[in-house]
């Protein structure tokens, strides 16, 4: 039997079409994802989108539609930008999927109850009555909601279930101190050590109905419905089958990819779910930084927010792919400019890659090439790169493997084949351009894929070990351009 992996996007608030944030997340999960698949593992990729709430519920009355329509249209944004850079999810999970979602909620619910875990209480919460719904810390700016700064906010207290996971704070602390729960890198399994060195408190888990009418009704209680951590946390179990037995096969999951701003709720409140509710607490966690733009934070007033789907009507995925993961080392923010993207695509990709192989290509077809022992390739630091990609270090994986590039096009640059006709320069080349593909599959999957097909080898799924065959010698044509100049 294979090996399994499980591994995890965050599901993004379906209010607004992606931005380029969620671009880098999916991104980076996919390279983990296809990273595993390359090595043969049977691997299950999830990601999805989260759907209810009140802000989903008033947004979709000011423009005219039901919160289903304005959910379903948001979420194929998602749907969109998954296909559109070739992310290879295995499923995308919706909370307002009431086959799929909703029964094992319910689920999660009935066995935290059970346990004695969720208890009422009177809860106190900052309420914008523009919005008609209440805002969280995190929104307010200087106190006031940032799209009613002229109204003061409200404090309305309410009766509402409470989960109880403070109860589980000493466990979950161990768990993460011990690393039966990672955190990665380490310098965010310290900060989130050291958020919770005083317990965690027991979390509000339900609405009354009036104030989150788009959601998820507590079992046996029609006034109150379900607050996001039941709803949405619990995705990670619906999208593998949860409550249908089949979900074992992928639980415990290996990998949950978030960013910095949603540690404490994967490291803190789903664990504790998880334990009230006699499941098994997921491997990892690695967490991603954010982007900035030019060095600047992107936000809306700042009008430099980046629509990765706008990107992509001018950009190849692969381009794309390749400028995020570059740019963004693992656990710290990474800076993003359309500029930097041009850069990578025309020098990176367009010159280095891509002439290699278009140069290669072009000469092994006129003058044919012969195999011999490749001694070229002894260059190729593939144990350091293993390691790298093991430890989702993926910037200076592209670092090694465009500088094995840059070796190739000396190399070709210092033998000149083109004047000696030397087809085991050629063949050399040949199976490095072989080796480079491969270990790029799960950045650039297309390109990999193309450069595969013209030099006649396999890539994807349990292929990793096509790097150390030796290429088979077929009748060689020169490849297409691989990526125009932009
Ligand atoms: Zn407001």
Not at 123 to 150: D, V
Not at 169 to 182: F, G, M, P, T
Not at 388 to 394: C, R
Request: glycine share 6%; hydrophobic share 35%; proline share 5%.
């Amino acid at each position: 039997m294979k090996d399994k992996f499980y591994v995890t996007t965050t599901i993004p608030y379906a209010n607004a079409p992606p931005h380029i944030g969620f671009a880098l997340e999916i991104i980076q999960a996919d390279v983990v994802a296809r990273w595993k698949k390359l090595l043969g593992k049977d691997t299950f990729f999830l990601t999805g989108t989260d759907e209810h709430g009140t802000k989903n519920y008033q947004t979709a009355k000011k423009q005219n539609l039901t919160p289903k329509e304005f959910v379903d249209k948001n979420s194929g944004f998602f749907h969109e930008l998954a296909k559109e850079l070739n992310i290879s999810n295995d499923y995308f999970i919706r909370t307002t999927d009431k086959k799929v979602h909703w029964p094992g909620v319910v689920e999660m619910w009935k066995r935290l109850e059970k346990k004695g875990d969720i208890y009422k209480k009177k809860y106190e919460g900052s309420y914008c009555s523009g919005c008609e719904r209440f805002i969280t810390e995190k929104e307010l700016e200087k106190r006031k909601c940032p799209n009613h700064p002229n109204l003061e906010i409200q404090k309305i207290s309410e009766e509402n279930y409470f989960f109880r996971l403070s109860k589980y704070s000493d466990r979950i602390r161990k768990a993460v101190e011990k690393d039966e729960l990672k955190i990665q890198p380490k310098k965010w399994k310290n900060d989130f050590l050291n958020l919770i060195k005083d317990g965690l408190t027991d979390v509000s888990f339900s609405r009354d109905k009036k104030h989150l009418p788009w959601g998820i009704p507590v079992p046996e209680d029609k006034n109150q419905v379900m607050y996001v951590w039941c709803d949405a946390l619990t995705n990670y179990l619906t999208g593998i089958g949860f409550p249908n037995k089949k979900y074992e096969k992928y639980w415990p999951v290996d990998i949950h990819v978030v960013g910095k701003d949603m540690l404490r709720f994967h490291a803190g409140i789903w664990p504790g779910m998880l334990l009230s509710a006699g499941l098994p607490l997921p491997k990892e966690i690695i967490v991603h930084g954010f982007l900035t733009v030019g060095g600047r934070k992107m936000s809306k007033s700042l009008g430099n927010v980046i629509a990765p789907l706008d990107l992509l009507k001018q950009f190849p995925a692969d381009s794309l792919r390749y400028a995020l993961m570059r740019a963004t080392p693992f656990g710290d923010d990474g800076d993003f400019s359309e500029q930097a993207l041009k850069d990578r695509h025309n020098n990176e990709l367009a010159d280095k890659l891509g002439n290699l192989v278009s140069r290669v290509t072009g000469l092994a077809e006129k003058t044919g090439v012969e195999k011999c022992e490749n001694k070229l390739l002894k260059k190729l630091k593939l144990k350091e790169i293993e390691k790298l990609f093991d430890n989702y270090e993926f910037d200076k994986v592209l670092n090694e493997i465009f500088a094995f590039i840059d070796v190739c096009n000396e190399y070709a640059q210092n033998k000149k084949p083109w004047e000696t006709k030397d087809k085991k320069i050629l063949y050399e080349l040949l199976d490095s351009i072989k080796a480079v593909a491969v270990l790029l599959w799960p950045f650039i999957p297309s390109t990999s894929e193309k450069i595969a097909k013209d030099l006649g080898f396999k890539v994807g799924d349990g292929k990793f070990d096509e790097i150390k065959k030796p290429l088979k010698v077929v009748k060689v044509k020169k490849s297409e351009i691989l990526f125009r100049k932009i």
